[in-house]
């Protein structure tokens, strides 16, 4: 098993920028992804962002242009990179890893609030 914790989340009017951060108590580099999800007020939560263990990404269209997924192997890292914020982005948002060698985690979840 992983832990993870996010952090970076906070209130910023629209337009504004936020980065995410997702640390994992171990190596991220054998994952077979990681993710962003977040959970609005009365929704279901939804993936927003993945990156894969070769590289690859997905965004949620909604978020497409705006939002950024990275990883930095050397800090155990999973960054959210989140621009031109808009009040729907507004959500608890989570971190998550499946790894190859079996296992799957959750971050406690970091509260992003976008308001004017």
């Known amino acids: 098993q992983v832990q993870l914790v996010e952090s970076g989340g906070g209130l910023v009017q629209p337009g504004g920028s936020l980065r995410l951060s997702c640390v994992a108590s171990?190596?991220?580099?054998?994952?077979?992804?990681m993710g962003w999800y977040r959970q609005a007020p009365g929704k279901q939560r939804e993936l927003v962002a993945r990156?894969?263990?070769?590289?690859?990404?997905y965004y949620v269209d909604s978020v497409k242009g705006r939002f950024t997924i990275s990883r930095d192997n050397a800090k155990n890292t999973v960054y959210l990179q989140m621009n031109s914020l808009k009040p729907e982005d507004t959500g608890v948002y989570y971190c998550?890893?499946?790894?190859?060698?079996?296992?799957?985690?959750w971050g406690q979840g970091t509260q992003v609030t976008v308001s004017s």
């Open positions: 998550n890893v499946n790894m190859v060698a079996g296992g799957s985690a």
């Open positions: 990156i894969s263990g070769g590289g690859g990404t």
């Open positions: 171990r190596s991220i580099g054998n994952i077979y992804s």
